[in-house]
């Protein structure tokens, strides 16, 4: 099993590494050789398009020509048996005491350790953004219905979601510059740079081919599609996003950027760290019922650092908040018959827990500017001030586990 506690590799990874050998997240890098798809293990990257040349995939099903590529889209687009084959092959090498693994990787230079650049991990062709967190939607009801019921109708009943826009996803590290648009003045509308620009702390999963146009995704089956996961920052602008979002919803306010980590993480090393998802009252309908209903324990953190100060960190919560499973999510986003594609991001929605500091937007924590946020070093913060750099990471850490971990996902307010 690759995420056996006794594995251990024969390549220096060290104490809390984020990518030891039960890990193995899948990327995209760069260096003077060009672009293709790598894996992460402790400091350095196995080069799967050498590996891949060699022949170490040989028998696994892998197509010619699927890691020289600048994304993981073709990778995507294989089976999940054939996903498992190669994961197992590159453990395998890796293990140590497999003297033949340390002969193949030396003979075929296949371990990169100087400095790469990581680009976007894949080419997104559809882009959908849940809003599945309880505590975040009650939290924006309370907001902005004080006198009403903060959950709406239907948010027990389907996984609430929206369509975004995959051309501004970008990598992790990108610079973000300030959006500029309508906003709600005291006479009518008035236009400018965005004095409301905000954080969403949220976990993304990318999928797999699906089924063909007009066939819906069976909740049970829905994991078969689904690749691994990733860090998702969905950059927002709340006073644009005020005066827009009635009746449609989300646009201008939320269109401009959206960052992901670089790594994604595959199911298959998340396996040790499925708990039991959240009760749900009342029960969905059918489409929607799982019979092993799981969610995933990662613990996320949120860095803020204004410029030339050290970071504090302003959230730290738990992915295990979430009411809708990513299961439940992909078969509600297919149910009608909608299709997904090898390299589709699907994003949780603003992951928030129950107490002010696990709340996952500075919307929530300075509840739409009323609180002052205070930093390490004395600043205040309702919302973020050019230069700010934020920086989001995640851990699994349960007992009886080797821990693993996403890397970041970074940004820096550009002005």
């Known amino acids: 099993m690759t995420t056996a506690t006794h594995l251990e590799s024969w390549v ?18 760069a260096d003077a050789e060009g672009e293709r798809c790598g894996v992460a293990i402790g400091e350095v990257i196995v080069d799967l398009a050498r590996a891949e040349a060699a022949g170490l995939f040989t028998s696994t099903g892998l197509r010619h020509g ?10 995507l687009g294989h089976s999940r048996g054939v996903w498992s084959a190669v994961r197992g ?13 340390i002969a193949f990787a030396r003979a075929h230079n296949v371990m990169i350790d100087h400095p790469v650049r990581l680009r976007l991990p894949v080419t ?12 975040h939607a009650i939290n924006v009801g309370r907001m902005f219905r004080p006198d009403g019921d903060p959950l709406l109708p239907n948010w027990k009943r389907l996984p609430v979601g929206y369509h975004g826009r995959a051309g501004t996803i970008i990598p992790s590290g990108t610079p973000i510059k300030r959006p500029h648009g309508q906003m709600r003045g005291p006479t009518g509308p008035l236009f400018g740079a965005s004095e409301k620009l905000d954080i969403e702390l949220e976990v993304g999963f990318i999928t797999g081919a699906g089924p063909q146009l007009g066939t819906p995704i069976p909740v049970d089956e829905a994991e078969h599609h689904i690749f691994g996961m990733c ?5 927002s602008a709340r006073d644009i996003q005020a005066w827009e979002y009635v009746p449609l919803g989300p646009f201008l306010g939320k269109s401009f950027a959206t960052s992901i980590s670089p790594w994604i993480v595959p199911l298959e090393a998340l396996e040790p760290f499925r708990v039991s998802g959240t009760a749900q009252d009342p029960v969905p309908l059918p489409y929607l019922q799982e019979q092993k209903r799981q969610g995933v ?29 990513m299961a439940q999510q992909l078969a509600h986003a297919t149910i009608n018959g909608a299709t997904t594609r090898p390299g589709d991001l699907y994003a949780s929605g603003t992951v928030s827990g129950p107490t002010p500091d696990q709340f996952g937007s500075l919307l929530e924590q300075s509840w739409n500017g009323t609180r002052d946020l205070t930093l390490s070093d004395g600043s205040t913060r309702t919302y973020l001030e050019d230069g700010d750099t934020i920086r989001i990471s995640a851990r ?9 971990g996403f890397g970041e ?6 002005g």
Do not use: H
């Open 409 to 414: 996902c970074k940004g820096t307010v550009a």
């Open 12 to 29: 220096p990874v060290g104490f809390g590494s984020d990518f030891p050998i039960q890990n193995l997240p899948y990327g995209v890098f």
């Open 66 to 75: 699927t890691f020289r590529q600048n994304s993981l889209n073709t990778f």
């Open 89 to 101: 092959r590159v453990t395998e090498m890796l293990t140590a005491g497999n003297e033949q693994g």
């Open 297 to 325: 324990a990662i613990d996320l953190t949120v860095d803020l650092s204004p410029v030339g100060s050290p970071p504090t960190t302003i959230i730290a919560t738990s992915f295990t908040n979430m009411y809708w499973t």
């Open 231 to 235: 860090l998702v920052n969905d950059w």
């Open 396 to 404: 699994c850490d349960i007992e009886g586990a080797v821990p693993i």
């Open 124 to 135: 997104i062709g559809d882009y959908v953004d849940f809003y599945s967190s309880q505590q």
